[in-house]
């Protein structure tokens, strides 16, 4: 039989609340900036 503790740890890491936190908030920024007239993918970038 396989050993999933490294998948089970992965899930961990994963769904770790403070991960969670950190990938809403990088996904309601996204929205928010992909949404702003004039600013595509290429400026985005630039913004960086």
Not at 27 to 42: D, E, F, H, Q, R
Request: proline share 6%.
């Amino acid at each position: 039989m396989l050993d999933f503790s490294g998948l089970l740890l992965g899930f961990q890491v994963a769904f770790n609340p403070v991960n969670l936190l950190w990938c809403f908030i990088g996904s309601v920024l996204g929205t928010a900036v992909g949404v702003l007239p004039g600013l595509g993918p290429a400026a985005t970038i630039a913004l960086l």
